[in-house]
């Protein structure tokens, strides 16, 4: 089974939750004896000068055509407010940064119930 997380994020402001999210990820998978070739991470980093834009087009504004992609993304999952954790197409967190004890127990709890352990 292939997990895929993706992580939507402002580029400069949520870097530490980056590196959070990368230990918690490390921590888990070496936890459940699990290869991380199984997991596939990606984070979508988000220029703090366009995050305005980019969050009044998520509520119905008007923007450039070229963040269309991006907003057709963050609707897909639902995600109004950054940063934001998907697992598997599912919005796990969202908006607030988390402490690393929270996003342990959060990927630990869903890769728990994507292995039925």
């Known amino acids: ?11 400069g402001r949520d870097n ?3 590196e959070f999210i990368r230990d918690a990820i490390n921590e888990v998978t070496n936890e459940l004896r699990t290869s991380g070739s199984i997991i596939r991470f990606t984070s979508v980093k ?10 009044g087009m ?3 504004g008007e ?3 070229e963040f269309i992609p991006i907003i057709n993304e963050l609707r897909e999952y639902n995600v109004f407010d950054l940063p934001a954790l998907i697992i598997n197409g599912k919005k796990v967190l969202e908006g607030k940064v988390q402490e690393p004890s929270i996003i342990k127990y959060t990927l630990s709890r869903k890769f728990h119930e994507l292995f039925n352990v």
């Open 1 to 11: 089974m292939l997990i895929n997380i993706r992580l939507y994020m402002i580029d």
């Open 16 to 18: 530490k939750y980056l």
């Open 46 to 55: 988000i220029n703090r000068d366009y995050i305005d834009i980019i969050l």
């Open 58 to 60: 998520l509520l119905g």
């Open 63 to 65: 923007g450039p055509a």
